[in-house]
């Protein structure tokens, strides 16, 4: 291991203390998409604590930060998730993420006067359906990175990420109130359209690419049972394995919200709730680096169809690695059976594994970004 590597595990392991309270603060104050004012706060004060120089409210969203440190010529971008599921909590575990982003940023900054390097930490507010990297894309973040990394919590630790591209949907119905006993014939009945559309939904799916998903639920149904609905609502989430899938079952399976306003005469509006998530474009060069480093620290990937599952979640980072180069290992959380978006992998999010995972992501990442940054400008490891 060269000194910078040793230096880099270090400063984690002197860090693990403030890393685990940040990620168990995170954990007991869950905060959902484009709420998480605290989270962002809280990760902003242990960056500026160590030496970064912070932004918050960056490009202009009241809960992104950005943050860097050094002064290189190579940049490598660290990338915090913060938020939350609504009901679950920290279910997908970005508690651990963003505990794991400033360990690694620490580290690097660590070196980073003796390496030519500038380390620069994305906080990302809204990667549950909000498309926060998307909108920071927009306005200028992330350009020009020589290396964007970051590291998901999962049942298992799986180097490679494969997430579907996927788009989010806010489905609204308008129909008119009546008596649904003395004047039923004068109403028109909103939830009878999302009835429609869902029964066309789950007919559609036998005609659909094998691997496609889509899925929803409905988030208001009326008010009375005896008061025929004039407002229905619901979000609904289409993914395929590209943009290019995804735009044309998504076009499929919006004729079946049209059916449900044809037959019931309600009125439909479809808002998109973010821009897609795309497919991941996976640095090769690099994430081999991090497998390397990974089995180092006893975590080699899991492979065939345990690899095949949480990997192929939908994530707004894989937008980001459309423009610069970026991986998006997972890895293991002791969750005993249960996976992302249940209570039990919430309840897996802290503790002594927990605490691991943030370690050995923190370790692995940061060596990775040493790695790959020495060895771009000799072996020629460049973006795909």
Same mark, same amino acid.
């Given at each position: ?64 930060? @950005? #943050?860097? $440190?050094? %002064?290189?010529?190579?940049?490598? /971008?660290?990338? =915090?998730?913060?938020? &939350?599921? *609504?009901?679950? +909590? ?73 997430? @579907? #591209?996927? $788009?989010? %949907?806010?489905?609204?119905?308008? /129909?008119?109130? =009546?008596?649904?006993? &003395?004047? *039923?014939?004068? +109403? ?74 044809? #037959?019931?005469?309600? %009125? ?92 050995? #992501? ?23």
């Amino acid at each position: 291991m060269s000194s910078a590597g040793r230096r880099v595990a270090d400063v984690v392991d002197a860090a693990m203390p403030s890393l685990v309270a940040l990620a168990r603060t995170l954990h007991a104050h869950p905060e959902t998409a484009w709420e998480e004012h605290r989270a962002a706060a809280w990760v902003a004060e242990a960056l500026s604590g160590s030496g970064f120089t912070v932004t918050a409210h960056a490009y202009d969203l009241p809960t992104a930060l @950005f #943050a860097t $440190a050094g %002064s290189g010529s190579r940049r490598v /971008g660290v990338v =915090a998730e913060y938020d &939350a599921l *609504p009901g679950l +909590g920290h279910a997908c575990g970005h508690n651990l993420i963003a505990a794991t982003a400033v360990g690694t940023a620490r580290a690097l900054a660590a070196v980073a006067d003796d390496l030519d390097l500038t380390v620069e930490v994305y906080g990302t507010p809204a990667e549950e359906g909000g498309g926060g990297k998307i909108e920071m894309l927009e306005r200028g973040a992330f350009t020009g990175l020589d290396l964007a990394l970051m590291a998901h919590p999962a049942p298992a630790d799986v180097a490679r990420a494969e997430p @579907f #591209a996927v $788009a989010h %949907s806010h489905v609204e119905y308008r /129909g008119r109130s =009546a008596h649904a006993g &003395a004047y *039923p014939d004068q +109403g028109v009945n909103a939830n009878d359209a999302f009835v429609v559309a869902q029964v066309a939904i789950g007919l559609l799916r036998q005609q659909l690419p094998a691997g496609t998903r889509v899925h929803g639920i409905m988030t208001n149904g009326g008010q009375a049972p005896n008061a025929i609905p004039d407002r229905t609502e619901g979000r609904w989430y289409v993914r395929a394995g590209s943009l290019a899938e995804l735009a044309g079952v998504e076009e499929r399976v919006n004729r079946c919200f049209e059916a449900g306003a044809l #037959a019931s005469g309600a %009125s439909l509006t479809i808002t998109p709730e973010s821009r897609p998530y795309s497919e991941f474009r996976t640095d090769e060069a690099a994430l081999a680096v991090y497998e390397r480093h990974a089995t180092a620290l006893g975590r080699p990937s899991v492979t065939g169809a345990g690899a095949a599952r949480m990997n192929r979640a939908s994530t707004d980072f894989a937008n980001v690695s459309q423009v610069v180069p970026a991986i998006h290992p997972y890895v293991r959380v002791d969750s005993h059976g249960s996976a992302n978006h249940e209570p039990g992998f919430a309840a897996a999010c802290v503790g002594s594994s927990a605490d691991a995972a943030v370690h050995d #992501a923190a370790t692995a990442l940061a060596w990775t970004a040493l790695d790959v940054v020495a060895e771009r400008g000799v072996s020629g490891v460049t973006h795909p």
